[in-house]
């Protein structure tokens, strides 16, 4: 199967691009795509609770978006921004800027927030930088100082107080995105709950969204067959839970490209394993899958990622066909958009 971007092109009118979510989460749009006869059926989201039953398993990703975009100045005057991805210590962190910023450069934030660029990697555009403060101190700062890190292609006029809440799953846990797990913003408590008392089986893992979310697949993606570095985490509670809903032959839905990277990277020797780890794991055609039966997502960019690891999941011929009837419909796309249901 090619690895060509362009195999996984197609054209999306600029109108179609969600720039919020629907004002109650789940009355989004919902297409449900059967992978194995191509059949598709228009839906709400909230549908989901007579679809789903006691056979099925939800695996959510938990990861808190944190206000990882900061504003700053160069102390020759010149004006920056950075995005915080990974914390690396105490005090460091990797992260990417724009413009590029250069080693020994000493940054100026708000509220005596202060950093120095340490590293930088011209391959991948990451840079390494180390602030003056750190732990509460700092976290406290970023919570006065940063932004919610918005995809650039969502022009949103609401607030940062709004975005934050907005961009934002409503049973996130773990701080440590630098982007939210998009499938996972069309659910409320509600829809949870009746879906638990519908006997549907629901279960919470952890990857921080990363570097990915922002970058264009470079060719040593397509190379190396690998992508950007995600950590992730599942309890060992839940692996044995989930390992053992897998033997029952119960149904496991993924919500989220983040929640399948994170099952299908911990998966060996026919177990889930549990524990911390991270992945690199690049998923595209003719990938077998070894643990997800089905899947909740967003529509996906074109020449991305996201967009080959669904097209492995259902079939390429499939994808696209729901992606254009998608489009005939004028379903919602991308991040705030509508979403998908693969069975």
């Given amino acids: 199967m090619s690895l060509d971007l362009k195999d996984y092109s197609y054209h999306l009118p600029e109108k179609l691009i969600a720039n919020k979510l629907e004002s109650k989460r789940d009355h989004c749009r919902l297409l449900s795509l059967n992978k194995k006869t191509g059949k598709i059926d228009h839906l709400k989201f909230f549908d989901l609770i007579k679809t789903l039953n006691s056979n099925d398993v939800l695996v959510l990703n938990q990861s808190k978006v944190f206000p990882a975009r900061l504003f700053g100045q160069k102390t020759t005057g010149g004006k920056f921004e950075i995005l915080l991805l990974h914390q690396i210590d105490a ?7 724009k413009p590029r910023l250069t080693i020994g450069q000493k940054l100026i934030f708000g509220h005596s927030l202060e950093g120095q660029v340490m590293k930088s990697n011209k391959i991948t555009g990451e840079i390494e930088i180390n602030f003056n403060q750190k732990h509460q101190q700092f976290l406290q700062t970023l919570d006065k100082i940063g932004h919610t890190p918005l995809p650039p292609y969502i022009s949103s006029k609401d607030s940062e107080s709004e975005i934050r809440k907005e961009y ?7 701080t440590g995105s630098a982007a939210a797990p998009t499938a996972g913003l069309h659910f409320t408590k509600k829809l949870l709950s009746d879906l638990k008392k519908r006997g549907v089986q ?17 060719p040593e993606n397509i190379t190396s067959k690998t992508l950007h570095q995600e950590f992730y985490e599942i309890d060992t509670d839940t692996a044995k839970r989930l390992n053992l809903a897998k033997e029952q032959g119960r149904r496991i839905i993924a919500v989220g490209t983040t929640s399948v990277r994170t099952l299908e990277s911990a998966y060996e020797n026919n177990q889930l394993k549990s524990g911390q780890s991270s992945t690199q794991i690049f998923i595209y055609p003719p990938y077998k899958f070894k643990f997800i039966d089905a899947l909740i997502t967003n529509f996906h960019l074109p020449e991305s990622s996201l967009l080959m690891l669904v097209s492995a999941f259902a079939g390429k011929k499939n994808i696209f066909n729901a992606y254009q009837e998608a489009i005939n419909q004028e379903y919602r796309f991308f991040s705030f958009g509508d979403a998908m249901f693969i069975f």
């Fill in 202 to 218: 629901i279960e919470y893992i952890t990857l921080h969204v990363g570097l990915g979310t922002f970058q264009n697949l470079r």
């Fill in 91 to 97: 005090a460091s962190w990797q992260t990417i800027s």
């Fill in 168 to 174: 934002q799953t409503v049973y996130a846990k773990e």
